[in-house]
């Protein structure tokens, strides 16, 4: 395992601020024969937006790199990988001094005559509010940028409401956060970081004066550009443009068919060749006191560390090398082990980067870590800041490829040969949960699986297009299912599988095949239990796979499995995003750990069954 990647990957990332104000960057650096003096730091969108974005904003700062211009990307402190969490107080003030360490960064160590900021959303809010308060941020490219943060809070209260009643449709409701936070897309603000957001002003922070800049002010998908925000840059000599920003919805709604706004890209990066050209690059000339400034906001760390008295932890990025390229992976170890070799690995929840859904894996990995048990969460291939294509999971089976188990077991095999563990707790979800059972059965070091809603147990190219068909059949489906499955390649694939499904019948009719024989699903199950193994299986309500299992009494023979625990979540979302869930399936995590560790757990195995709940 290696802390850094190889010089000629030109990447690094390294943490700037200690403690819960320690923000995450990940360095693009040029190649030396075309750097350009312009440096560019990209702020991303929040929550939710943020998560499905990722992987595309990582190509872009590829792209812009090529071009000669050193990128830096931005996780804000109490999201993604960086330090903190939701409930820290003082969170937007704590958003905005990352975001101006970051660009003294870029000009202190990097040597950056002109830095460029770009924002997406609340990236871009917080990019203007830095810049308003003295960061050396000379241009903005402002990317669906409201200039009332109270715009964004509206929204969001708009997406959480329409989150509810999808996720408890027919359940009942837990109570709202207490405090007067808010829940959307699976992400929390509290009352606090509500009232600081509402606050905030662009049209009231003017810029300071004495330097030449620009603004580049981007539409989102033909919404026009906030005419307070323009107005303000204007009447602060900002030279402001306004251009089309097609592709914002493509590539933030979801992480699994996001793709990058390529024609969106292609304009910034004009815009700030153009910059160049015209002479204004390096027009920026910083002060003695804000290089001594930089220099010291400038101090990079490869380390992070937390906990309390109950216990310490340290983390820091890690480069996983694998013939395919790298993969990307956080390692979080104790300051003291639990002793007995036991070490986690959290998998991707689909293809959502190595945060976990809602972030859940940061959490969960800090909180093992003061138990004394080292955690890595990884990014196999293809996702998050692993090698690979930019989207290649847009189709299903492609996250059930064997050769993402293959990597799986791979990276169990460097964590015992660096000495980090020699037995193993895996968990994900989705198509993670899918790995974690298979490695679970293929490896003896896998002492324990958690699999939270796991989509397959054997996958079958006719999973996806007969469950939608059961679906259209027999249950009335939102108006937005329907328009998400009914594409030509879903119409496609549903006809191919009733053709099969015909086919199958025939033969069976005929005594072609065997009659009500044993499907893939149920050997696997079979395997499950005869393996001994620890395994906690997860569902939440309406999972298609859970239903199936229980119409062929699959259910029923794992609840009286010694080895598997069974435990169902009363919320409609395969992601878990209500924070109720996420409490749910951490506490069922927990439980697996301390059952692998020989810790006492307090709750009784009954009382979690699925017929209990």
Known sequence: MSAAAPADRHVRQFYLGAGEDAALL??????????????????????WEEVSCYRCLRQWALELAARGFGTLRLQLPSTGDAGGGVRDPARVAAWVRAVAAAARWLRAAHGAA???????????????????????????????VPARGRSLIRELRAFSALETAQFFAGLTAPPPPPDGALEAGGFCLTGETISDLQALDL????????????????QRDGIGVDERLRARLVSDGVAVRVEAGPGYGAMSSHPQRATPASGTFATVAAWLEEGERSGTAGAAQPAAGEVKRGAEDATARDELAGGNDGGRWRERPLWLHRPGGLLAAVLTQPVRTHGDGTCALLLNAGAVRRIGPSRMWVQTARRWAQLGVPTLRLDVTGIGDAD??????AHDGALYDERLLAEVLAVLDELERSGTGRRFLLAGLCAGAYWALHALLQDVRVCAAVMLNPRALAWDEDLAPARHVRKLLTERPSPAHIRRVATPRMALEAAAWLVRSAWRRTATAAGRSGAAGETASELVLRRLVSCGRPATLVFSEGEPLADELAARGGLSAL?????????????????????????????????????ALGLPVAADRAARSPSAT
């Open 559 to 595: 609840e009286r499995s010694p080895n598997v625990v069974l435990e169902r979540i009363p919320v409609r979302d395969h992601t878990l995003r209500p924070g109720s869930a996420q409490r749910a399936a951490q506490e069922a995590m927990d439980r697996a750990l301390k059952d």
């Open 26 to 47: 990940s360095w693009h650096a040029p190649p030396s024969d075309v750097r350009r003096p312009t440096a560019v730091l990209i702020c991303p969108p929040f929550g």
């Open 203 to 218: 049209a009231e922070l003017p810029l300071p004066a004495g330097q030449r800049r620009r603004a580049l002010l981007l």
């Open 388 to 393: 690979g294509p930019v989207a290649p999971y």
């Open 114 to 144: 002109r830095v460029t900021a770009i924002g997406m959303g609340l990236g871009g809010v917080l990019c203007h509010a830095a810049a308003a308060g003295g960061a050396p941020l000379e241009d903005l490219v402002l990317w669906g």
